[in-house]
């Protein structure tokens, strides 16, 4: 099993910056890939942006130039940085790691707003 705890959530005002950090415990070995989801009010969740075993990456349309993705293997911990933030992107931001099944954690709120 995974254990994924999020935090770097918060209020930003538009224009602004949010680090996110996801810290991965448990059989992280198995991992094939990590990322970031998102779930607005009344609209499904989305993948943002994704980070492979090989350290590929890939993005939504909507948060490239903007948003990356990394990660610190020392620390077993994925980070998102996201730049230029806009209201649209005001969401609970799940992270989740693959195995042979889908693992979350519990969100952290975005919220960008003046």
């Known amino acids: 099993q995974v254990q994924l705890v999020e935090s770097g959530g918060g209020l930003v005002q538009p224009g602004g910056s949010l680090r996110l950090s996801c810290a991965a415990s448990g059989t992280i070995f198995r991992i094939s890939a990590m990322g970031w989801y998102r779930q607005a009010p009344g609209k499904e969740r989305e993948l943002v942006a994704r980070i492979i075993s090989t350290g590929s990456t890939n993005y939504a349309d909507s948060v490239k130039g903007r948003f990356t993705i990394s990660r610190d293997n020392a620390k077993n911990t994925v980070y998102l940085q996201m730049n230029s933030l806009k209201p649209e992107d005001t969401a609970v931001y799940y992270c989740?790691?693959?195995?042979?099944?889908?693992?979350w954690g519990k969100g952290t709120l975005v919220t960008v707003s003046s």
């Open positions: 989740n790691a693959k195995l042979s099944i889908d693992y």
